[in-house]
């Protein structure tokens, strides 16, 4: 599961996995669902 939030004049995602969370903040919203769809394939492996 995947959410976007804007925080100001970035974007923060958290990625749930298993229980646990993940988050990252990134300049565009793009960029935070780049590095989701990365961090999702590095936990499934």
Do not use: F, N
């Not at 996995?17 to 590095?42: N, P, V």
Request: with cysteine; net charge positive.
């Amino acid at each position: 599961m995947q959410k976007l939030v804007k925080r100001g004049d970035a974007w923060r995602i958290t990625v749930r996995y298993l229980g646990k969370h993940y988050t990252a903040t990134r300049d565009t919203a793009s960029e935070c669902e780049q590095w989701a769809a990365k961090k999702l394939l590095e936990l499934q492996s």
